[in-house]
């Protein structure tokens, strides 16, 4: 079974960058899907981006499109998150989630098996 866990989040002023890191354990990793969410205060937690086996496929919400690119090194069994161009409306707790099941939209949370315990990201006006 895998596990997750986030880091790289903080404060960062509007216009900034940050990288999140999502660490997984366990020796099946590159057969995982792997997809960030995020959940602001009083929202239900959203989809921003996901990303295949291989690394060769992945998806953005609208949102984050053109800022925002994920990336996965499986020697190393961590995802990445780069967030660019980042707006105050980006702040939220991030959550990184994996599935092993292929057959699931990776676009809706019930897609995933796995959850990290997230971190969170505030970016100031």
């Known amino acids: 079974q895998v596990q997750l866990v986030e880091s790289g989040g903080g404060l960062v002023q509007a216009g900034g960058s940050l990288r999140l890191s999502c660490a997984a354990s366990?020796?099946?990793?590159?057969?995982?899907?792997m997809g960030w969410f995020r959940q602001a205060p009083g929202k239900e937690r959203e989809f921003v981006t996901a990303i295949n086996w291989s690394g060769g496929s992945t998806d953005y919400a609208n949102s984050v499109k053109g800022r925002f690119t994920i990336s996965r090194d499986n020697a190393k069994n961590t995802v990445y998150l780069q967030m660019n161009s980042l707006k105050p409306e980006d702040t939220a707790v991030y959550y990184c989630?994996?599935?092993?099941?292929?057959?699931?939209?990776?676009?809706?949370?019930?897609?995933?098996?796995?959850w990290g315990q997230g971190t969170q990201v505030t970016v100031s006006s």
């Open positions: 366990g020796r099946t990793f590159s057969s995982y899907r």
């Open positions: 989630a994996a599935t092993a099941s292929y057959g699931r939209s990776w676009f809706e949370t019930w897609g995933y098996d796995i």
